[in-house]
């Protein structure tokens, strides 16, 4: 069976300190893989998607950054955090575009970001 | 991006009390998928809808796809504590079948409070 899981669960940092949320799946091949922002516990707001190895797509401007450098590792990134990063993080797997895909997503567990 | 309206927002109900809410929009979907999500965790999938009209239970809660494929709604019979948490619709657009790269449209979420 296919599971997902995201650490740290929960991350002090100071503004301006470095952020690397990480995010794998077992049991799957070439998932399309997505970070999503939750602020307030209301509304999934999309920042990235991957399709693939090293294939990065951004929904949104900000000052945060993905990487994939595995097919089931999905990173988030950032140099130097704002106050305005704070927020639940969650990383998200589907299955890639064809036939077999279901349009459902699968969430990790989420990470709590607060940046003071 | 499209939009999905979700109401209500809010839901203050006496345990025992049955839950209705529904997610509506302009644009045609092929999928319909309601997620809860507890408290600090990643939303978990409840119902996964496939074709219009289709009408689909899981234990006390009950789903359906709506025949013009714009709208979906979720019942919750006989609400208990457990009950408790945000729960939210999300839609694969038409023209998106075989698997949109970005994923899913989703509704901004009903915040389900249950009084004993």
């Known amino acids: 069976s296919q599971t997902i899981h995201q650490w740290p669960a929960t991350l002090v940092q100071p503004v301006g300190s470095p952020l690397s949320l990480e995010c794998t799946v077992e049991?799957?091949?070439?998932?399309?893989l997505y970070w999503y922002r939750q602020a307030a516990g209301r509304g999934l707001q999309l920042l990235f998607y991957?399709?693939?190895?090293?294939?990065i797509s951004s929904e949104v401007p900000q000052n945060l950054s993905a990487s994939r450098p595995q097919d089931r590792q999905f990173i988030l990134s950032s140099k130097k955090l704002l106050l305005s990063d704070s927020g639940f993080y969650l990383c998200?797997?589907?299955?890639?575009?064809?036939?077999?895909?279901?349009?459902?997503?699968?969430f990790g567990e989420g990470s709590r970001l607060t940046v003071l | 991006g499209q939009q999905l309206n979700q109401s209500p927002q809010s839901m203050f109900i006496q345990e025992g009390e049955d839950v209705s809410m529904n997610c509506t929009s302009s644009?045609?979907?092929?999928?319909w998928l309601w997620y809860k999500q507890d408290p600090g965790e990643g939303p978990v999938l409840l119902i996964a809808?496939?074709?219009?009209?289709e009408l689909t239970s899981n234990g006390r809660l009950t789903a359906q796809f709506g025949i013009t494929r714009k709208d979906s709604f979720l019942n919750i019979s006989a609400s208990i504590p457990s009950d408790v948490g945000i729960y939210f619709c999300?839609?694969?657009?038409?023209?998106?079948?075989?698997?949109?790269?970005?994923?899913?449209?989703f509704g901004k979420g009903t915040h389900l409070i249950i009084q004993p």
């Open positions: 999300a839609g694969q657009l038409e023209g998106d079948s075989g698997g949109g790269a970005d994923g899913l449209t």
């Open positions: 049991g799957t091949s070439n998932p399309n």
């Open positions: 644009s045609i979907f092929n999928t």
């Open positions: 991957s399709v693939g190895i090293g294939q």
């Open positions: 998200a797997w589907s299955t890639a575009p064809g036939p077999s895909n279901t349009g459902e997503l699968f």
């Open positions: 809808l496939y074709k219009a009209g």
